[in-house]
């Protein structure tokens, strides 16, 4: 009987992620050797740690490759589909607060609004003879909010892997969507968030995949893991 978590293997959320599981009375040890992604857990029979990327813990779940994942909900929401059917948020963790948003540059005085935004994308191409670029990892976030939420259709996604607010000053896009908790890297970079709601408030989650194949003790052994959760929530 075993079931299978990942926790991020780096980063902000990694040590949060381990004081969480304590906090549940599960010990989580990074193996001696500080390349190895095993873990040696104590607390609780049958839990097997593995340390893994924030963005590949979103995937395993959707692939029920793992139980449990500790990840960010963007990423969930950006990597699934239809997450409902895959995954269900067993708990929202606390940490790791980041908010999806659309910024552009501060130098657009007449641009406050995704009204606004629609209008200028509207325009762009008559004006530029080109579409807007977004500069984005989010697809699927930035696709589903400009398109379907606010019914905006002429813009290009460019797709950023990393330092994606230095696009616009870079010249490869136009405005960004990125996630942000402080401000500062946006600040530093001369862009300003639009006024409306963001696309999405995200926070770290203990995630449980609904594709993943169990034998009965093993759903047996998951549910209580969950159990466990809910009593230090509690607590
Ligand atoms: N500035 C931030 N403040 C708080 N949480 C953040 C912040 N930036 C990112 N996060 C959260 O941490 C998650 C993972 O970020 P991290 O930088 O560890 O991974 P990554 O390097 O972007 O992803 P990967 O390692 O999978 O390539 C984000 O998706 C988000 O949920
Ligand atoms: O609003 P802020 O507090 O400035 O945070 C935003 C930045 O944090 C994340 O990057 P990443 O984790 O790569 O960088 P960081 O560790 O420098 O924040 C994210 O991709 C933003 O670039």
Redesign the pocket.
């Given at each position: 009987m075993t079931i299978t978590l990942a926790i991020?293997s780096?980063?902000?959320?990694k040590d949060k992620a381990i004081e969480t599981l304590a906090e549940a009375g599960i010990r989580v040890e990074p193996a001696a050797d500080a390349r190895s992604y095993r873990t040696t857990v104590s607390g609780f029979d049958g839990l097997d740690v593995l340390l893994l990327?924030?963005?590949?813990i979103a995937r395993q779940l959707r692939d029920g490759a793992i139980d449990f994942g500790v990840t960010?909900e963007?990423?969930i929401r950006e990597s699934i589909p239809e997450p409902e059917t895959a995954v269900a948020i067993v708990a929202r963790l606390g940490f790791?607060?980041?908010d999806v948003i659309v910024a552009v540059p501060e130098a657009w005085v007449d641009v406050e609004t995704m009204d606004d935004l629609g209008d200028v994308a509207g325009a762009f191409r008559a004006k530029h003879g080109r579409r807007l670029r977004i500069a984005t990892k989010y697809w699927r976030l930035t696709q589903s909010h400009f398109t379907r939420n606010h019914g905006i259709q002429s813009y290009r996604i460019v797709e950023s892997l990393g330092a994606t607010e230095g696009a616009p000053a870079a010249g490869s896009a136009d405005v960004i969507v990125d996630?942000?908790?402080t401000g500062a890297t946006l600040k530093a970079n001369h862009l300003k968030v639009l006024s409306d709601a963001p696309i999405l408030r995200?926070e770290?989650c203990l995630v449980r995949s609904k594709t993943r194949r169990r034998c009965e003790e093993d759903g047996d052994l998951a549910d209580r893991f969950e159990t466990r959760f809910a009593e230090r929530t509690k607590a």
């Open positions: 991020p780096k980063g902000r959320l990327s924030a963005s590949e960010g963007d990423l790791g607060h980041a996630i942000t908790s995200s770290a």
